[in-house]
């Protein structure tokens, strides 16, 4: 089986399984084929951390979900050196963040010092603990949730760690039609006893996934989409030869790693759609994924109640479609 029918094989289940969530679905697999990593922000309830369970579930390699808390240090994050009686040394234990996908649930609740080791890991790839350095799995990805509701007891992510996610989606409540079929499901499961089907019949090997990832990076890309991504980036930092009423609504754009974000997440929505192409759409889709948690907006735009995504939208209005 080829690395396109085996994820479109993964996808297929986890739309089977998570049900009205089929945005959430696909961004989770443009995070994982563009070797990058994702921030969910949604209500209670919609499916965050089962979604990502069903994927890990569905993949060749180790799962580990954290729940951020106040009080979590640093080592509950990395593992420690524990002292061995025996011999009178210290050995390293590893911790979760030695597996392949890692669920960050409830990130804005950790305090800066555990923020910083995770910062490492998904730039770096890599744990430091005293004066040793670890390398982490190949394939690793982060999946951070954050509930926007409740604010008390959080920390807001440093911008660092924001630039540091590939996406930020932001999930809604399904539709109508789509909470019906959950209820029915739920009820279904109950009345069996069991739980939710998270495993497909046969689990995607991580060869698979690398070789999908090449697949992505060699698709096309014609020089004149090249310039609008870049001109869409350009103009959050520089939005006056664009539209001089952005000027003073924007304090910091997006950095080169909004470019290089932009260009890989698009490949793969391009791939996973089935095409051997870039095209304007698959840019513009993904836009405010990629650049909302980037923008730093004025005082004033937040005076007047302009979000990241309203900036993001007037961009896509005033820059040039090739």
């Known amino acids: 089986m080829s690395a396109k029918e085996e994820i479109f094989r993964l996808k297929e289940h986890m739309e089977g399984v998570i049900l009205g969530q089929n ?26 951390t089962s979604i990502v369970k069903v994927l890990a579930a569905g993949l060749e390699g180790a799962f580990h979900r954290i729940q951020f808390t106040p009080d979590l240090l640093p080592a509950d994050l990395t593992g420690t050196e524990v002292f061995m009686p025996g011999d009178g040394s210290f050995q390293f234990q590893q911790g979760p963040l030695f597996n392949n996908i890692i669920l960050a649930d409830e990130i804005n609740r950790s305090p800066a010092k555990v923020q910083s080791a995770l910062l490492e890991a998904m730039a770096e790839r890599q744990v430091t603990v005293g004066r040793t350095t670890y390398p982490l799995p190949e394939l690793f990805m982060v999946m951070a949730t954050q509930n926007p509701i409740e604010q008390e007891g959080t920390y807001p992510l440093p911008e660092a760690q924001r630039d540091r996610f590939l996406l930020h989606v932001r999930i809604d409540y399904p539709d109508r039609s789509s909470e019906k079929e959950v209820l029915r499901q739920s009820r279904e499961r109950a009345r069996q006893s069991r739980a939710i089907d998270q495993a497909p019949a046969e689990v995607v090997p991580q060869s698979a996934v690398f070789d999908a990832r090449k697949e992505v990076l060699a698709l096309h890309l014609a020089p004149e989409l090249e310039e609008y991504l870049v001109q869409l980036v350009v103009a959050t930092r520089d939005p006056g030869p664009f539209d001089k009423a952005l000027a003073p609504l924007i304090a910091y754009g997006g950095s080169p790693r909004a470019t290089l974000a932009l260009d890989r997440a698009a490949r793969a929505k391009a791939w996973l759609a089935g095409r051997d192409y870039v095209s304007p759409e698959d840019i513009q889709t993904l836009a405010s994924d990629v650049l909302r948690h980037r923008l730093l907006l004025s005082y004033e735009a937040e005076a007047d109640g302009v979000t990241q995504d309203d900036v993001v939208a007037r961009l896509l209005a005033v820059v040039a479609v090739p």
């Open 23 to 48: 945005n959430l679905v696909e961004r989770l697999l443009v995070a994982l084929l563009a070797d990058g990593h994702l921030l969910v922000e949604g209500a209670p309830g919609l499916a965050k």
